[in-house]
């Protein structure tokens, strides 16, 4: 789970490569440019931790608490985007390789695989700088049982300690005070503690609001990111373009200057999209006839990303809405960071995640989405190694179809296993269904002759 | 005449079926996928308009032929009943094995030709004295043989050039061979070489000649076909029929193509429709009550439930394993040296229940041969086989949605009577024996009529697409373009 934030695929916001229309700002580019730089920065600021003294924590995507290692100057690296970025650099299938040579199994998610074989391979980053070793490994999101397990091989191979925050399961599909509290004591008895004793020195609490206040404020952006795609033709894809929308809100940035600047800029280049009528980007340019509007469940494929992209873009799809970039946050639906709340706001994030919540609730928000995002269908990429997402996405399929009437479509394929990503195959799916789309905006009328 | 063209590219077979612009059926061909696509699809669609040349004949048969006082022509219209010359056997059925004899003796020909410049290449330098007279000598034979092979009620094991000339091929040279004359080995090699090239190049076809030939057969009454000659008068008419129909034009108004792997067909994208949705609107066209659909074709298995106009609502297809699709049985004949089609049958005698639990093709060929060497018998290992193999698109089909009624059967498995009583006592288990099942023994055009069916929709939209290039470039020879012209 997680976001690519990187500058080895061409990003939704960069120029087509040939026959690009006229520009429409001359800022248009700020945005992915600001991100470029960031990520840069941080993998430089990672590589020279260790001589300059700055301690380092392992931590994941969903439930990351990472205001409250900035708020310490603890630098956080994240081995899930790691992995997925090993994935679109062709590097996956190499580092899953050599961590099935040390004996774990072709079943196993593969992003774990990739995050050892990378390991193994030398800990380069997908910059190409040297990645530190962790001082801790904090896992703060406990709704994927894999994350238990891969940090449990990662204190092995580090010989480093591990924090844990254990999050209760929206079982109910609510947060409640109780649950809230649980996790505020344990972020104040257990995880401060631990993460303070790295940073050595005591968290700030004034500080840690600053910080919040920074996430909110971007958050609001991204929000408006998001809902832009309410208007037709929309101006962003909410998922192949959305994955790069969320690598800073995702990853190390979110709670600093350069993400509220990044979300200020994306928010007003997506505005300017919006009011000229345009579409999204996509890997051959921009689109320019919105054919179908659809919502998509479940995390995309890597290895062939922009492939993947493609057979939807180049049929005129457009993914208005989707869950998998609500991993790291479900803001549309109202959190946000609060800086006169800060513990009890972190804990809220935590418990939170989209996978943190139970069927009905993801149910009722893809149906929401089909609904405020007026879509044509939906369609579910499922990701068998991925349990957090793919356990009961057939019966959401079923259920939603009777909700809403409106087609579904199920695909299969993995993340960053370049061997599961059947192209012919997964190709075939996604036309039949975007064909079977077509066949019911035409409505019932037909000759059965 | 004017019609609609739907093809379906299959991974085994391509199906092209025609459709007049009322969506009766014009005509059906069927031919191998061999290696090259646009050959397949041209060869499918000279065969559907054969066929549909030879509806017209039979009509024209019946009105020429049946007024006629002496004949005993039924004229009942369609299974070949027309113009009985001598009361054994229909004129039309008798054109159609002379015009399959003419068509296999000009292919048996582009092979001898083929074969021959083969035999030139230096590599063959050592043995060309031995190769070439036995390659006659297996080719004389394949000619000579050739009558009872089409003649006559004799069934033939395919319809398929390349099966028919590789039986003979491999049989006259098994004999040269036994003799010492040349060795087994380097004659097959040299057909497989050539048969490949043979299919690849588009065959120039002309239905006029062809037919005219098979008529001028029939007049001189040859021996094997039991029908003796045709008096003067008669064969006279005949010929006048032969010519009209021969010169009838058909125009084709519309075109759509699918089949599996799409981004290698040779159409244009526009008239490219996905097989899922083909084969439920075709499904459904055969039987209108239809609401869920299994096909299980060469290498993958399709779940789809339709509405009540033949729309896809939803289907299900395994992304990440082709295991238990049509190629599964044909990876078991091999394993046992028999025919695809007697797997079934075999798999019936079965008195005694095998479990098997993989559905994964090369494991269960292992399986096979386990329990083969464990000593249990053929048929209950197959039907175990069967049975795991159904188990597999009961799953695929509850993903789907379950079974509504009514179910439709179809794909290159559905032929397959061990298959289809399996599914049967599934359907009976899971979902009731309320559902009905329905199987067409011409199923294997569903793909094709769903896509002819959308060709007829775009016919109505206004956006008809165009045939494809190489069928009018390459695909058929100036006599056939005259004939339909």
Redesign the interface.
């Known amino acids: 789970m997680t976001t690519p934030a990187t500058d080895a695929v061409k990003s939704p916001s960069a120029p087509p490569p040939e026959a690009a229309p006229t520009p429409i700002t001359p800022s248009k580019d700020a945005s992915q440019l600001r991100q470029k730089r960031m990520i840069g920065e941080h993998f430089e600021r990672l590589e020279r931790a260790p001589e300059e003294g700055n301690k380092v924590v392992y931590t994941f995507v969903p439930g990351n608490l990472t205001e409250l290692l900035s708020a310490l100057d603890l630098l956080p690296v994240l081995p899930e985007i790691n992995a997925l970025q090993s994935g679109m650099r062709g590097k996956s299938r190499g580092y899953i390789g050599e961590a099935e040579k040390s004996g774990h199994s072709e079943d196993v998610c593969t992003y774990v695989k990739c995050d050892l074989g990378m390991k193994k391979s030398g800990n380069i980053s997908p910059t190409g700088t040297q990645l530190p070793d962790p001082d801790l490994l904090l896992l703060s999101y406990t709704g994927c049982f894999t994350f238990l397990k891969w940090f449990e091989i990662l204190r092995e191979e580090y010989d480093c300690p591990v924090s844990m925050l254990h999050v209760p399961y929206q079982a109910d599909g609510k947060i409640t005070p109780e649950m809230r509290r649980y996790v505020v004591d344990q972020l104040e008895r257990d995880v401060i503690p631990a993460l303070e004793k790295i940073a050595g020195k005591s968290l700030d609490m004034d500080r840690l609001s600053e910080i919040l206040e920074l996430s909110r404020q971007a958050e609001d952006d991204l929000v408006a990111v998001w809902e832009s795609a309410k208007h037709k033709p929309s101006p962003i894809d909410g998922y192949f373009g959305g994955v790069y929308y969320v690598g800073p809100i995702f990853s190390a940035f979110r709670g600093t200057e350069d993400a509220r600047e990044y979300y200020r800029e994306l928010r007003a280049e997506v505005e300017e999209r919006m009011a000229a009528g345009r579409g999204p980007m996509t890997p051959d340019g921009e689109l320019t006839e919105e054919r179908y509007r659809l919502v998509v469940e479940g995390p995309p494929n890597w290895t062939s990303f922009n492939d993947f992209w493609r057979m939807f873009s180049r049929e005129g799809a457009v993914v208005v809405a989707s869950t998998y970039t609500k991993v790291g946050g479900l803001y549309d639906t109202g959190f946000r960071h609060d800086p006169d709340r800060p513990l009890e706001s972190l804990a809220e994030y935590c418990l939170n995640c989209y996978t943190n919540h139970c069927l009905p609730n993801r149910v009722s928000l893809l149906e929401q989405y089909l609904r405020d995002y007026e879509a044509d269908g939906f369609l579910i990429n499922s990701v068998?190694s991925c349990n957090s997402f793919s356990v009961g996405q057939?019966l959401m399929l079923?259920t939603l179809?009777e909700r809403t009437g409106l087609?579904?479509g199920?695909?299969?394929?993995d993340l960053v296993d370049p061997r599961?990503f059947?192209k012919?195959?997964?190709?075939?799916?996604v036309?039949?269904y975007l064909?079977?789309l077509a066949?019911?905006k035409k409505g019932?009328k037909?000759?059965?002759? | 005449m004017k019609c609609v063209v739907g093809i379906d590219l299959g991974s085994t077979t391509t199906k092209a079926l025609l459709l007049t612009e009322d969506g009766e059926v014009l005509g059906r061909g069927i031919t191998n996928s061999r290696s090259s696509y646009d050959v397949a699809c041209a060869v499918a669609r000279e065969e559907a308009l054969t066929a549909a040349r030879f509806a017209m004949l039979e009509h024209q048969l019946a009105t020429s032929f049946h007024h006629d006082a002496g004949r005993t022509g039924n004229g009942n219209g369609t299974g070949g009943g027309s113009g009985d010359v001598n009361g054994s056997r229909p004129l039309e059925t008798l054109l159609q094995e002379a015009f399959r004899l003419e068509l296999y003796l000009d292919q048996l020909g582009h092979l001898r030709e083929r074969i021959g410049e083969l035999v030139e290449s230096p590599q063959h330098e050592e043995w060309r004295n031995a190769l070439e007279p036995a390659v006659a000598e297996i080719l004389d034979g394949a000619k000579s043989h050739a009558p009872e092979l089409f003649l006559g009620d004799a069934p033939r094991k395919s319809d398929f050039f390349r099966d028919l000339a590789g039986a003979a091929f491999v049989e006259g040279a098994e004999t040269i061979a036994e003799r010492g004359d040349a060795p087994f080995e380097r004659l097959l090699a040299l057909y497989d070489r050539a048969i490949l090239d043979v299919e690849t190049n588009l065959e120039t076809r002309s239905f006029a000649d062809l037919l005219r030939r098979a008529t001028e057969r029939i007049g001189e009454g040859t021996p094997g076909n039991g029908n003796g000659h045709l008096g003067t008068d008669d064969l006279a008419r005949l010929r006048r029929v032969v010519d009209t129909v021969a010169a009838e034009p058909i125009d084709e108004l519309a075109f759509v193509g699918t089949g599996y792997g799409r981004q290698t067909l040779p159409f244009p994208k526009e008239s490219i429709r996905s097989e899922i949705l083909c084969h439920g609107r075709g499904a459904h066209r055969f039987f209108p009550g239809t609401r869920t659909v299994l096909d299980i074709g060469g290498q993958d298995t399709k779940a789809i439930q339709v509405d009540e106009h033949g729309v896809v609502t939803s289907f299900q297809m395994n992304d990440r394993c082709a295991a238990g699709s049509g190629r599964y049985l044909g990876y078991l004949a091999d394993e046992l040296s028999l025919g695809l089609h007697e797997l079934g049958p075999l798999a019936l005698q079965a008195t005694r229940k095998v479990r098997v639990n993989s559905t994964c093709t090369v494991f269960a060929g292992a399986e096979l041969r386990e329990r083969l060497a464990l000593g249990e018998k053929r048929e209950d290992i197959l039907a175990g086989l069967h049975r795991a193999m159904m188990l597999r698109a009961m799953s695929l089909l509850a993903r789907s949605g379950g079974i509504e009624n009514e179910f439709t059967f179809t794909g290159g498995v559905c032929k397959n009577p061990m298959a289809t009583k399996v599914l049967r006592e599934l359907v009976d288990d899971n979902y009731g024996e309320a559902i009905t099942m329905n199987i067409h023994p011409d199923s294997i055009y569903m793909g094709a009529m769903g896509a002819a069916l959308f060709a007829l929709e775009d016919l109505d939209a206004g956006t008809a697409g165009l045939l494809p290039t190489f069928v009018q470039e390459g695909g058929t020879t100036e006599a056939a373009q005259e004939v339909r012209a």
């Open positions: 068998k057939l079923r179809e087609p579904g199920f695909i299969e394929s599961y059947g012919a195959n997964i190709e075939n799916r036309q039949s064909q079977m066949s019911h019932p037909r000759r059965s002759a």
